[in-house]
């Protein structure tokens, strides 16, 4: 029989409808205290970590999160669920991906309808995760994100609608396994990744979105001698507009790493465009181009990459290999 931990944070999978329609906490976690069908295969150890809406998660939350699966590997548990509120849940995820070993499974899910409302998905969800981190195929794969029937990984799973229960997809790739009535099923593989087993995050690591006619104001904003890092979501293939550019190269000569992602929904950031704010010119000005994450999981991986004290060409290898 196989030992899983169900580490519970909070979120709309542990919420109720109140008799207004408002979607509030609960003092106590309705989906710990029902009845998951596990047919007497599976012990499961339940730990409620936090009761916090996912907004209120922070890197430091998500350390101690992973310290306490670090614990429980060393405790000799099969596999890890975390149930957790989907706004931030993909950072969460791929946070722990960065930072964990890749031995036993870690999965996460949660619910886009909260525990008391028709066609309530977080029961369910939490069964279909429990299943997936006690299969036997599912060691070895990183960090994993179950919802709808779905097994997608943390790298590159995202939030893609404010209310569907289909929420959550993989840009250009797709999941990489579906959830059976009795097994989860994998058609696909994930590159191995680089693995920091950091023990404190960095606070002042930034993102900022590029748009039409954005100038310099707000880079200058934040240039203000604590800024440890930004990550830029440029326009297209990876460009900005020309206005930004002395703003930005203020940054760089303050030491502050950038990194540039696209905006776009698929596709990654390329040097293609020399012109003046084009992807060739930020490269050249010392833009670190991230391939294929988005703009929420270049922080999250700068934000690793600086607490685990990588500077220089270390840093910008890390951030920029496709396959970590």
Do not use: W
């Not at 939350?61 to 548990?77: E, H, N, P, S």
């Not at 195929?137 to 569907?164: C, F, P, Q, W």
């Not at 930004?244 to 698929?266: E, F, G, H, W």
């Amino acid at each position: 029989m196989k030992t899983i931990l169900a580490i519970h944070t909070g979120g709309t999978i542990s919420m109720s409808q109140n008799e207004n329609g408002e979607v509030v906490q609960n003092d106590e976690n309705p989906i710990a205290e029902q009845e998951v069908i596990l047919n007497g295969e599976i012990n499961l150890i339940t730990d409620e970590m936090f009761n916090l809406p996912s907004p209120h998660v922070t890197p430091r939350v998500m350390l101690q999160i992973k310290q306490r699966i670090k614990q429980a590997i060393a405790d000799g548990v099969d596999g890890v669920v975390i149930t957790h509120g989907t706004d931030t849940l993909e950072e969460t995820a791929y946070f722990l991906d960065l930072t964990l070993p890749a031995t036993i499974p870690v999965v996460l899910t949660g619910a886009m309808r909260s525990s008391n409302e028709i066609g309530s998905d977080g029961l369910y969800n939490f069964q279909s995760a429990i299943r997936v981190a006690a299969a036997d195929a599912s060691y070895g794969k990183g960090v994993l994100v179950v919802m709808n029937d779905e097994i997608h990984t943390a790298r590159y799973v995202t939030k893609t609608h404010t209310t569907n229960v289909a929420t959550f997809r993989t840009p250009t790739f797709g999941p990489i396994g579906i959830v059976t009535q009795k097994s989860a099923n994998y058609f696909q593989e994930l590159i191995e990744t680089e693995v920091c087993d950091i023990d404190s995050v960095l606070d002042n690591v930034y993102l900022l979105k590029a748009y039409a006619g954005m100038d310099g104001t707000l880079f200058d904003a934040i240039n203000d001698g604590t800024t440890r890092g930004l990550v830029i979501e440029g326009l297209g293939a990876g460009n900005l507009p020309p206005e930004t550019l002395p703003a930005v190269q203020r940054l760089l000569d303050n030491q502050v790493p950038i990194v540039l992602v696209s905006r776009c929904y698929n596709g990654v950031a390329q040097d293609i465009y020399d012109y003046d704010g084009g992807g060739i010119e930020l490269k050249k000005m010392g833009l670190i181009l991230c391939k294929g994450l988005n703009g929420q999981k270049a922080r999250i991986k700068l934000l690793v990459g600086l607490s685990d004290g990588k500077k220089g060409s270390d840093l910008v290898e890390f951030v920029n290999n496709a396959v970590s």
